[in-house]
């Protein structure tokens, strides 16, 4: 908890008080001098008022956890004082998420607390997109004559978060795998689930993969195969600095759609029992291995939700990335394939997509479409990402183009009717 | 409504704290209180109206202003020609100047409120209840009473642009305004107690060595609670 901060809103008020008496003195007014006891007394009453020590609950309540984009969502926030002292002025904010804009009622009241009652409030926001995670709401506690206030942030009792995602089922891939069991079918033969063929029996098969009716039948030994599955590791990569904010005014920009489009695969590719990794190009690194489970899941989820690369708004520089790019290519296994989600912007992307790729990872760029076609400014800067996505595909990239109009997985299935 | 947040100040508070000022002037100043509260209704009415016209609200927002400005100029006229001599004269406009100042700063046309503006509204009156006392038009109660409720009305128009910048016009605030404001006026009350209390303990043929060793004892109360 912090300490109280002075408002000093009662500051000079002994001095005014002190300036009236004397002018009462001066004056040889009995009235003049008496005023001056009304700012003694207020004087004291700022002084000796207790600062409460806030002890306050939070539980936040959304009625569809997972909606669609823009739908309203309601959401109702109930605050519970704890403690066993009476909050005679507590402003409560709640932490909205910063890509969500509020469409009804503030998302913020005052309210006055006695020990064990609950206050409630509701607002509604407008679904984006993307995965939002809830920032703790921020509780502004005074004392009653407001002499000093207390700024606390109190977290909700279980973690909000508005999933408004669509589900992928086929994440793009290339075939390029591990020795793990996932699921891209693989060319070789081993003890996966889906038959390929039968042969004679050799020595050293696994005795499972006998097929004992047949020797039942015929008294031959013989070997069934299935085919195998494999994981692939995958890296996604989201371009994250600060020329990527991108977008049409009051739209979401590139770096949003990439850090929902990154939460989507991810998502779904660990679905697929494949090893997924996540990092960022941004001012600030922001890598995690490709692993598998649970809690590696939530460790994704929580870096995209959390984590300062993929805020609301842009860091004022961008470093050059061929420094991030070495680092994270010194920390990628030799069969990692890259997933890089960039809008494109600019022709370093490229230059990015075409590093990893020539260190043998096989490369697949999501790129968020957050070109207009406006102005002639906005046309040219469409051309111009036309053609870093034919630069890419010369060079044998597959490029899924998506505009953000539509959800991910349709333009994922696009992709993958031009690729067959 | 919308999401969008109008910082401006909270409206309870705003309206208390004009309320609370109108009674200062008028009770330093009683024979033009009639013309102060009048004033402030039309004040209140020409600075809504003004701000509706800037925000959009064109046909209504004119008629507002319209109408706030004559009611307010006839209410301050009202109050300074129910002024009888220069004293009284004086106290009227510093209270009246006083209240223009407080109905800007609580109802901004434009931003968040003006603590500025408040203070040197608040500054004013003030002045006005000093110079009710220094002329002696009006009895000591009245002055403790305005005086009081000077304090109660600054108090509740600094709250009211804390409130507003911290929570905005939409949002639910009246609790806390009201639990505020009742506190303020509250020890107000117990203020004019005290100094009544103290009036009777001082006799009027009170040595003025008296009165300065009393300043002094005060002086160092008001330190000591100061630090």
């Known amino acids: 908890m912090t300490t109280p901060q002075q408002t000093n809103r009662w500051r000079g008020v002994v001095a005014v008080a002190l300036v009236v008496a004397a002018a009462g003195l001066l004056a040889k007014r009995q009235e003049l001098l008496l005023l001056s006891t009304v700012g003694v007394v207020f004087a004291a009453y700022h002084r000796t008022v207790p600062m409460p020590t806030p002890n306050l609950s939070l539980d936040r309540r959304v009625d569809t956890a997972s909606p669609a984009s823009g739908d309203e969502v309601e959401i109702e926030v109930a605050v519970t004082n704890e403690g066993d002292e009476t909050l005679y002025d507590c402003r409560v904010v709640d932490g909205v998420p910063p890509a969500l804009s509020v469409t009804d009622g503030p998302a913020r009241r005052g309210m006055v607390l006695r020990p064990g009652e609950t206050r409630t409030f509701s607002y509604a926001v407008e679904a984006e997109r993307g995965r939002h995670a809830f920032d703790d709401a921020t509780a502004i506690v005074r004392d009653p004559s407001g002499d000093r206030e207390v700024e606390l942030d109190v977290r909700a009792a279980d973690e909000t978060e508005l999933d408004c995602t669509t589900e992928i089922t086929k994440p793009p891939r290339r075939s390029q795998t591990l020795d793990t069991v996932g699921s891209v079918a693989a060319n070789g033969t081993g003890s996966g689930i889906e038959f390929q063929q039968t042969r004679s029996y050799r020595r050293g098969d696994p005795v499972s993969q006998i097929d004992w009716k047949r020797y039942a039948a015929s008294g031959e030994l013989t070997t069934v195969d299935f085919r195998e599955e494999q994981a692939a590791s995958i890296l996604v990569l989201v371009d994250a600095r600060a020329v990527a904010y991108r977008g049409p005014p009051g739209e979401t920009h590139a770096v949003d759609a990439g850090a929902s489009a990154a939460t989507q695969l991810t998502t779904a590719l660990l679905n697929g029992r494949n090893h997924v990794g996540l990092a960022a190009l941004s001012a600030e690194d922001c890598f995690r291995a490709p692993g598998a489970g649970r809690e590696h899941r939530l460790r994704l989820r929580k870096l995209l939700s959390r984590h300062s690369a993929f805020t609301a708004s842009p860091t004022d520089t961008d470093d050059p990335v061929d420094e991030q790019v070495e680092s994270y290519l010194g920390r990628l296994g030799e069969q990692t394939q890259l997933l890089f989600v960039s809008p494109l912007c600019d022709d370093a992307a490229v230059e990015v997509a075409r590093r990893f790729d020539g260190h043998g990872h096989a490369v697949t760029v999501v790129s968020p479409d957050a070109t207009a076609n406006e102005t002639p400014g906005e046309r040219l800067a469409a051309a111009e990402r036309r053609n870093r996505l034919r630069a890419l595909r010369q060079v044998g990239i597959p490029v899924i183009d998506w505009s953000l109009d539509d959800p991910l997985a349709l333009a994922i299935d696009a992709q993958r009717g031009v690729r067959t | ?227």
């Open chain 2, 1 to 227: 409504m919308n999401g969008e947040i109008t910082r401006r100040p909270a409206r309870f508070s705003a309206a208390l704290s004009l309320f609370a000022v109108a009674l200062s002037v008028s009770l330093v100043n009683t024979g033009a209180s009639t013309g102060t509260f009048v004033a402030v209704v039309g004040l209140v009415l020409a600075i809504e109206g003004a701000h509706r016209f800037r925000t959009g609200q064109r046909l209504l927002g004119a008629a507002g202003l319209l109408v706030g400005v004559l009611v307010a100029t006839g209410g301050a006229g009202l109050a300074v020609s129910s002024a009888t001599g220069q004293s009284q004269l004086i106290e009227s406009g510093l209270g009246l100047f006083g209240l223009l100042c407080l109905g800007l700063g609580v109802l901004p046309l434009r931003g968040a409120g003006s603590r500025g503006l408040s203070k040197l509204g608040c500054a004013s009156v003030l002045l006005a209840v000093v110079a009710g006392g220094l002329f002696q038009t009006a009895d000591a109660v009245a002055l403790l009473v305005a005086c009081a409720a000077l304090v109660v009305s600054w108090d509740a128009a600094e709250n009211s642009i804390a409130v507003g910048e911290q929570l905005g016009r939409e949002a639910k605030t009246w609790t806390v305004e009201m639990a505020h404001f009742g506190g303020t006026a509250l020890v107000g009350g117990v203020a004019v107690g005290t100094g009544l209390v103290v009036r009777d303990l001082g006799t009027p043929g009170l040595p003025l060595h008296a009165i300065a060793f009393m300043l002094v004892a005060l002086v160092f109360l008001t330190l000591a609670l100061h630090d």
